[in-house]
């Protein structure tokens, strides 16, 4: 999984990317002319303090992760925005809600069923 670090990819996903929103997260998609998926994560201060950020940020990490091999290979840029109401939810709220959104942007492979491991993170 390769990250967005820089402050230009994300704001040209924003400007220029399709998007995608529920009550947990934003999901912005953007084609980036290579191969690889890249994913970018951004939480707001006024989401919570340091802790609570870095937990919806290592939580979408880790959703993206156990599901990237039921995305497409299109070669998109994905940042994702966490909102004020992810501050205290589950793992399994936050994958469901990347994944509704990541779907409904046509980034899910069409032939592939959710991810029903009986393996449970602990974050």
């Known amino acids: 999984m390769q990250l967005i670090k820089k402050n230009e ?10 998007s995608r929103a529920d009550r947990y997260l934003a999901v912005y998609v953007l084609g ?31 959703s993206f992760r156990l599901n990237e091999k039921i995305m497409s290979d299109s070669g998109s840029d994905i940042v994702v ?7 205290g939810a589950s793992y399994y709220e936050i994958e469901r809600a990347l994944l509704k959104n990541l779907s409904r942007l046509g980034c899910i492979k069409e032939d592939s ?11």
């Open 9 to 18: 990819d994300f704001r040209k996903c924003y400007k220029d990317g399709r």
């Open 32 to 62: 980036n002319g290579t191969e690889k998926n890249r994913l970018g994560v951004s939480v707001s201060k006024k989401v919570g303090n340091s802790v609570v950020r870095h937990r919806i940020k290592r939580l979408v990490r880790e």
């Open 81 to 87: 925005v966490g909102r004020r109401s992810a501050n």
């Open 113 to 123: 069923s959710i991810n029903n491991s009986k393996e449970i993170p602990r974050l």
